[in-house]
């Protein structure tokens, strides 16, 4: 279609419909125009294609298909490939399903570990997010369906979601909550984003022009569409105004009436109604042009193929958080599996994410071939016969060699619309778990969960594995990872903590009114709890493997950039063990002195390889200008404090391998409004400051510090330069150093 005569053709009356949905997953249609209307539906773990009823909480069913591992399990696979795939998988069935369009992926950052949505949501670390949605936006994309990438932004937790105000500063919202939404439209440019149903610092995100045009459209240069959260639209024409361009679902007559009557009464020009419907068809034009004219309806084979894309990235996303040499699993052990999860896994989260599994595997089925038995352990609808269920594990345990306990959250503890009070397992799968760990066995845990959890027992029990919420495959994948077929090779994604208390948002969470002040600013995940060495019980990046990673001769090309440069670094990585298996190398970077309080750890790069036993591998990073910046409120952009900054290699976020150095050079000085107020130290490191400041200061160092001498005491010379670089330009005329008349000058030429 040629989007700009179809505009063209289209009345006033037609434009202002386009503007909100006909229904609840579809566009309107212009029929006069040839124009349909264009199917969206929810995911991102699979898909979410309601065809009777619709809603958006996850009642009404949907089509029956495959469920992938939610994003929580799949950013720790750190596989920007694997993740890739998924995606291309999922663009494939919407292809099939006659979908245009997908809503997904997440990718909030998890500023607390309660927020129930975590589950849908990448990462604590924004670098690590970006990535995979970037890789997941281009896998869908490549099938030309379209992604919706959300909740744009700063929406970060389910209390009061669609009323509370994130009272975020710029640079905590630009340095971590924009910067994986500004990777990912930069890297794969989504043709779609949705927006959040809160506020941000007083403003809507619906209605938030600096967000929704000065940021994601100028700054960024995005060029698709933006939707609203489902039901998420405010004020129509404020809403035009802003950036928005459509608004879910519908039908909203009162919407499409209210910018008519702005148009024609001069209010809203409509220019801009236009610029709102060619975003809107030029997207859906990018969808009929680039998708597959020629698919056939999915059936059994494609949701075969579908499962096992599944069972590949809950492979791959497994994180084997602790183990006492006892797994894999020996061939003739005897092994009870105790928990309800074992036969009926948690797959999934609930909301509008969730999907309509066709086939779950469960661990108890696929190990059926092996030396196994079962015992319940607890039930998740009746705490009341856990007691019972407990005693009746113990018996069977006796006859075990090792005893492998399913635990996790129940469906009721985590999901879209509420945030979870604590982060404790329920207390009969904690007190299940210790009772078993006493016995004379060894004890392995499997976790199906969302989100961390805590671990009261973990010193008792030998192995941990944790599974999350893998998707449809999670059975087989357990099965397989126990016995070794598989070997373990995620990460974590997020901070575990010792205790709730700990996290840094944890005063501020959700927020009087659930206005939620993000006081910690930056130092969100693991960026706090390095910063203040803080014990977790498992820190960001951290997963075993079967075997161990060596890491040698780490180098870096160059020692000295300017911020337009880039460096590359290396380093050996060798397979030393006796198993085949993946490594997730891990780049992370520090500025050694700075004037702003930044972090001491931030990822700026990660790679993961496969090496065979006695194999080795050189592993690259590339470094620009985004791995040593801060964002900086003066110049509303990224900045370089020219200094050196130290570069960490190593095999998760505490397990540094190797540290290199690097000087960056910036040639851009941030400008400063001189006032007489204006501490010297800031005046004399400005250009011109230095140049006029510089010598009187000199001159004054010399005289004060030699007078001062004996009569203050030893250390007097450092105090006396401590006072005059800190102390405001005034100070200068009020301790005699210069006359008013000459600071009166000095400003003149500061300005
Ligand atoms: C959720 C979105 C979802 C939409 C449509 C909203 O409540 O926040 O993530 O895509 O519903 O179901």
Redesign the pocket.
Known sequence: MNVKELVSKMTLKEKAALLSGSD?WHTEAVERLGLKAFMMC??PNGL?KQEGEP???GVQESISTVCYPTASAVASSFDVDLIEKMGQTLGDECQREEVSML??P?LNMKRSPVCG?NF?YFSEDPYLAGKMAAAFVRGVQSKGVLA?P??FAANNQEYR?MSGNSIVDERTLHEIYLAAFEMMVKESHPKSI?C??NQLNGTFLSENKYMLTDVLKDKWGFDGFVVT????GKDPVKGVEAGLDLV??GPRKDHEEAIIAAVESGKLEESKVDKAVTNILSALNWSLENGSKDVKPSDASTRKSDYEVALEVALGSAVLLKNNKVLPIRKGKKVLFVGEFAKAPRNQGS???HINSAYVSNAFDCAKDRDISFAQGYDTRDMKKSYILREEAVQAAEDADIIVIFAGLPGSYES??FDRKDINLPADQDKLIDELSRMDKKTVVVLHNGAPVAMPWIDRVDAVLDMFLSGDAVGEATVKLLWGEENPSGKLSETYPLKLSDNPSFLNFPGDGGNPHYAEGVFIGYRYYEKRRMPVLFPFGHGLSYTEFEYSDPKIDKTSIKEDETATVTIEVWNVGRYPGKEIVQLYVSDDVSKITRPTKELKGFKKIFLNPGEKTTVSFTLDKRSFAYYNEVIHDFHVESGDFTVMIGASSSDIRHSLGIHVESSVEIPLDVNLFTPIEDVLDTRKGKEILGPIIDAALKGQGEGAGGAMGEGADVMMRNMIMEMPVVNLVNFGIVSEEQVQDMMKALQ
Do not use: V
């Open positions: 609840f929810d995911g979410r809603d958006h909480l809503l997904g997440g949505r849908e919706c959300k909740h979601r949705m959040s149903y959260d489902w039901g998420a879910m679902p909301g509008s994410s879209e619309g």
